[in-house]
């Protein structure tokens, strides 16, 4: 069974950082591409960012190009989302995605809320 989970979410005041892992089994790590995406309330759910297999090609969306990075470590089963020069618009529940085939699995979410 395909197992998603996130952690590192939390408060974090304007311009700080957070470090976002997301622990993956049931499956063969390496061999997936990884995204994360988030949602904002109010709001459709939204694709940050993504890596390929080896972690040699990494996507982002524009609002968060140079302060996030995506990386992870197969060795450790694990996909990370650095967050930097975090902004109150980054306030939303962040998902870990792996798409295999047409079947998508999805992590529990964690919640990352920035504000003063």
């Known amino acids: 069974q395909v197992r998603l989970v996130e952690s590192g979410g939390g408060l974090v005041q304007p311009g700080g950082s957070l470090r976002l892992s997301c622990a993956g089994s049931g499956f063969t790590f390496s061999n997936y591409a990884m995204s994360w995406y988030r949602q904002a309330p109010g709001k459709e759910r939204e694709m940050v960012a993504s890596i390929t297999l080896s972690g040699g090609i990494t996507n982002y969306v524009d609002s968060v190009k140079g302060r996030f990075t995506i990386s992870r470590d197969n060795a450790q089963n694990t996909v990370y989302l650095q967050m930097n020069s975090l902004k109150p618009e980054d306030t939303a529940v962040y998902y870990c995605?792996?798409?295999?085939?047409?079947?998508?699995?999805w992590g529990q979410g964690t919640q990352v809320t920035v504000s003063s």
């Open positions: 995605r792996v798409r295999r085939g047409l079947v998508e699995s």
